[in-house]
Structure formats: structure tokens, C-alpha cells
């Protein structure tokens, strides 16, 4: 008489690996709508978060209302002066924030690819967001870079040429937002290292007409911006003028 013998079935790897990708699938969903359209929501239609209190701000703020970056820089030009003399400085014009650059920049991170105008997350001064934002690649990697952003004040001086006030700030890597979960780069402490290779560079097009510091700017010398990364600094705000175009006073009526 023949013993029978009974199979026992076990879970192959097959099976397993397929339970892992669908997981993860569920996971990468979830992530997406909550970073990408939950969150943006809440804080688009969160009441007041907006709001400047100060007659004169020192750090923006971000779209919940959190502190962003502090401000350090300020320059006085026509719209046109400051992106001509940013683009012969080498800086480049930074994409709009949103999913698609959000994921092309972490996929030039992966890739080692260079990307001239990998996006900033929008930042927000006199309620509203950034009106320009500059990035300068730093090798063939998207994860460390110079950036800036600039916000058109209202100001004017005697030609009637606009003041733009900003915030430079270095990118030393690529990571999830501890706000939106959003992808984003973590910011380097020293911001006044920033500040200062900022007009060096600008320095360096011989398009800069006068520079001035303005010490005691912030009285706050550290804190933490909206991602949770530190920062500190001397407190002093870098100013300059750019050159004259014979077209500004046209330009900026």
C-alpha cells in the first residue's frame, strides 16, 4: 500500500515581492494626495495664513504661516535689470513648484542629472508668494545648489526704480518637507555664506553700480525655517544697486 503524501504549500518569494510592490504602490498613493493635495488645500484655504503683521518683515513666511528663510538681500533695478544681471552672474530662472518638477528633480537626484532650473517651494512676503526665483547648479547633481528668491517691495528711489528685498539661501541636499512631506531641499545653516557668494558673483558681471550692508537688519541672529532646518546669521542686510539701463524709466512705468 502506497503512502500518500500531503504538499504543503509555502508563500513563494514571487508572491511576497508582489504583496511588497502593492504596498508600496498603496503607500506612494497615499503620500501623493496627502503631499501634493491635501495639504497644498488646507493651506490655500486655511484663514489668515497670509497675514503679515510686521510693517517691515524680517523672514518670510511659508504657505501654512510658519517662518520661511530669513531675508537678507536686497537690490534696486527694473524687473529686466534684475533678471539680466542674475543671468550674467550664472543664475538661472527656478521652476514653478509642483509634481511633475517636483518628481523630475528627484529623478535628476537619482540619476546624477543636471537641471538648470529645478524648482523652489514658493515662500511668502507682503502675502504673496515670491515674484522671481534664481538657482545656481552646483556640479551635475540637482541636490546641492545656490538659490534665491525676490520679492518686489513697493519701494522706489529718486529715478523711480523699484527695491526688490530676498532671500538667499543654500540647498546642501534633497529631502522630504517636515511640513507638507512634499519633496524639497534641506537648507544650510550659514546663511550669510549665501548672502555674500550671491554678490560676488553679481560683483563679478561689473553690472553692480554701489553695494552697501545694512548691520542690525535682524535681530534675530538664529532659528529654525519652515522645514525644520536651522539657520543663523550677523544680522546684516547686503543691498545694491544695479546699473542704470537707458530703458528703466520706461520699463518700470
Given at each position: 500500500?502506497?503512502?500518500?503524501?500531503?504538499?504543503?504549500?509555502?508563500?513563494?518569494?514571487?508572491?511576497?515581492?508582489?504583496?511588497?510592490?502593492?504596498?508600496?504602490?498603496?503607500?506612494?498613493?497615499?503620500?501623493?494626495?496627502?503631499?501634493?493635495?491635501?495639504?497644498?488645500?488646507?493651506?490655500?484655504?486655511?484663514?489668515?495664513?497670509?497675514?503679515v503683521?510686521?510693517?517691515?518683515?524680517?523672514?518670510?513666511?511659508?504657505?501654512?504661516?510658519?517662518?520661511?528663510?530669513?531675508?537678507?538681500?536686497?537690490?534696486?533695478?527694473?524687473?529686466?535689470?534684475?533678471?539680466?544681471?542674475?543671468?550674467?552672474?550664472?543664475?538661472?530662472?527656478?521652476?514653478?513648484?509642483?509634481?511633475?518638477?517636483?518628481?523630475?528633480?528627484?529623478a535628476?537626484?537619482v540619476?546624477?542629472?543636471?537641471?538648470?532650473?529645478?524648482?523652489?517651494?514658493?515662500?511668502?512676503?507682503?502675502g504673496?508668494?515670491?515674484?522671481?526665483?534664481?538657482?545656481?547648479?552646483?556640479?551635475?547633481?540637482?541636490?546641492?545648489?545656490?538659490?534665491?528668491?525676490?520679492?518686489?517691495?513697493?519701494?522706489?528711489?529718486?529715478?523711480?526704480?523699484?527695491?526688490?528685498?530676498?532671500?538667499?539661501?543654500?540647498?546642501?541636499?534633497?529631502?522630504?518637507?517636515r511640513?507638507?512631506?512634499?519633496?524639497?531641499?534641506?537648507?544650510?545653516?550659514?546663511?550669510?555664506?549665501?548672502r555674500?557668494?550671491?554678490?560676488?558673483?553679481?560683483?563679478?558681471?561689473?553690472?553692480?553700480?554701489?553695494?552697501?550692508?545694512?548691520p542690525?537688519?535682524?535681530?534675530q541672529?538664529?532659528?529654525?525655517?519652515?522645514?525644520?532646518?536651522?539657520?543663523?546669521?550677523?544680522?546684516?542686510l547686503?543691498?545694491g544697486?544695479?546699473?542704470?539701463?537707458?530703458?528703466?524709466?520706461?520699463?518700470?512705468?
Open positions: 500500500m502506497e503512502s500518500s503524501k500531503k504538499s504543503v504549500s509555502h508563500p513563494s518569494r514571487f508572491g511576497r515581492s508582489n504583496r511588497l510592490v502593492e504596498a508600496f504602490a498603496v503607500f506612494l498613493m497615499f503620500w501623493l494626495i496627502a503631499a501634493y493635495g491635501v495639504v497644498p488645500w488646507l493651506s490655500k484655504n486655511y484663514p489668515g495664513h497670509h497675514s503683521a510686521e510693517a517691515r518683515p524680517r523672514i518670510t513666511r511659508t504657505s501654512d504661516g510658519h517662518p520661511g528663510d530669513p531675508l537678507n538681500v536686497a537690490l534696486t533695478g527694473s524687473e529686466t535689470d534684475l533678471q539680466e544681471i542674475m543671468n550674467a552672474a550664472n543664475w538661472y530662472p527656478a521652476a514653478a513648484l509642483g509634481l511633475k518638477s517636483d518628481l523630475k528633480i528627484a535628476d537626484t540619476l546624477s542629472r543636471p537641471d538648470d532650473s529645478a524648482p523652489v517651494s514658493s515662500l511668502y512676503l507682503f504673496r508668494k515670491e515674484d522671481l526665483a534664481f538657482e545656481q547648479p552646483v556640479g551635475d547633481n540637482p541636490r546641492h545648489r545656490h538659490h534665491v528668491r525676490f520679492w518686489k517691495t513697493g519701494k522706489v528711489n529718486q529715478e523711480g526704480r523699484s527695491t526688490w528685498i530676498g532671500s538667499a539661501v543654500y540647498d546642501k541636499r534633497v529631502g522630504l518637507s511640513t507638507t512631506g512634499q519633496i524639497t531641499h534641506v537648507t544650510a545653516a550659514d546663511i550669510d555664506v549665501e555674500d557668494y550671491l554678490f560676488k558673483c553679481l560683483e563679478q558681471t561689473g553690472d553692480l553700480a554701489e553695494h552697501s550692508s545694512e542690525g537688519f535682524h535681530q541672529r538664529e532659528g529654525v525655517n519652515g522645514g525644520g532646518d536651522p539657520w543663523y546669521t550677523d544680522g546684516a547686503w543691498t544697486v544695479i546699473q542704470m539701463n537707458t530703458l528703466d524709466l520706461s520699463s518700470e512705468q
